[in-house]
């Protein structure tokens, strides 16, 4: 849960980066229009949920403001997140929906009365969800509630939940009404709706990126996969919400037009060598890997694309190359895989090398005699009497 003085002044510090998905840079700000567009503006909630509301009084407000705005029933307590311009295309994006044909109206800014209800409503949010997860788990339903948000006003409160199935709730929504006194509005969401809602870290390193920048969620399809020479792998595929990484879309398109002008690789080709089969590609290399019939893997051959192009042109005349690859591409073929410390970086290979048997010279610990020092002890003591 957000902090509710952060909140207030408009600037989020979480750690969760819901603040981030909401925020909106307004690059068209310092443009002055002929025609008036402050009258519609747009205000956030929590949970990433945005709204768009007429400025029916003309109220002086700026982004960041704490403004009470109409809802049903009664009114909601949201954040000014933008205004002027890019108010109109924010709205295409996200297709907001109006009331009757019309938007909703702000009614004023929020008083200390509206901020002390509205900051005693998010301290409900959590016990409140704990207590449903208990009824829900009593009405032997099969659905998780993965979070509740209550209305500025602490008349309504959203209750997301997740289902496989369709569920029947019309017994928890009396059952919830009756114990918390408000109205029940439920709203189901995705595994990376919810992945987004709790957060957490990537295979890369990284918070997931449901959870700090997006808000739209595509469709992946294991194509996504296929198209980038990506190993069909359920395990390393799927993200921290059990569905497919949503990265896989992100460079698919590099990976589509890259590989518009290259040649089939379901066809071997055919030299005088022998058959070879194709194995893997590099796509942004440029380049096919094929293996001679009746060999292994191992000695696979990089051809670049091009020259397996004519190739197959050949084959379809009737004709065979004398070699897969010819000697100016030869560089293809072989690779330098000696190590270079370039970073200051150390061998992989180092623990495989003998080390040097290095001899120690063994130290004398004798004491020598000291020169300055008498060599009779009778001597000294005479001369040192007790």
């Known amino acids: 849960m957000q902090d509710v003085d952060t909140i207030e002044r408009g600037v989020c510090k979480s750690k969760s980066g819901c603040c981030a998905k909401l925020h909106v840079t307004d690059w068209l700000k310092d443009i002055q229009s002929a025609t008036r567009t402050d009258d519609v503006i747009e205000v956030r909630f929590k949970n990433t949920r945005k709204d768009y509301y007429r400025n029916v009084n003309n109220l002086k407000l700026k982004i960041g403001d704490l403004i009470a705005v109409e809802s049903s029933p009664g009114h909601d307590i949201g954040i000014v997140s933008l205004m002027g311009e890019l108010v109109e295309p924010q709205m295409r994006k996200h297709k907001a929906t109006l009331v009757n044909g019309e938007f909703r109206k702000v009614y ?14 998010i301290s409900m949010e959590h ?16 659905m998780k509630i993965g979070d509740v948000e209550y209305q500025g006003d602490r008349t309504k409160a959203i209750f997301y939940y997740i289902a496989d199935e369709r569920v029947d709730f019309r017994e928890l929504i009396k059952v919830l009404a009756e114990n918390f006194r408000i109205r029940v509005e439920m709203k189901q969401i995705g595994a990376r709706q919810e992945a ?44 921290q919400c059990g569905k497919l990484k949503c990265c896989l879309n992100f460079e698919l398109a590099t990976y589509v037009d890259a590989q518009k002008s290259f040649p089939s690789n379901n066809v071997p080709l055919e030299t005088e060598n022998g058959l070879y089969y194709f194995l893997k590609a590099d796509i942004l290399g440029g380049t096919y890997s094929y293996m001679l019939q009746g060999n292994t893997p191992s000695n696979q051959i990089v051809v670049p694309v091009d020259r397996v192009r004519e190739i197959q042109l050949l084959n379809k005349r009737g004709k065979k190359p004398e070699t897969l690859v010819i000697t100016d591409e030869s560089t293809f073929v072989k690779k330098d895989d000696s190590f270079t410390n370039v970073v200051g970086q150390d061998d992989l290979h180092r623990f495989d090398r003998p ?3 290095v001899r120690h010279k063994k130290r004398n610990f004798r004491r020598k005699p000291n020169q300055n020092q008498n060599s009779n002890p009778n001597q000294n003591r005479n001369q040192n009497p007790r």
């Open 355 to 357: 080390k040097k048997q």
């Open 196 to 239: 987004g809602r709790i957060g957490g870290i990537g295979p890369c390193g990284r918070e997931i990126c449901c959870s700090t920048w997006m808000h739209n969620f595509v469709s992946v399809s294991t194509n996504s996969a296929r198209y980038q020479e990506i190993s069909l792998n359920p395990q390393k595929l799927a993200g």
């Open 108 to 121: 004023r800014k929020a008083k200390s009365v509206d901020i002390d209800i509205w900051k005693e409503a």
């Open 127 to 142: 016990e409140t969800m704990i207590r449903s997860r208990q009824i829900t788990a009593d009405l032997r339903l099969n």
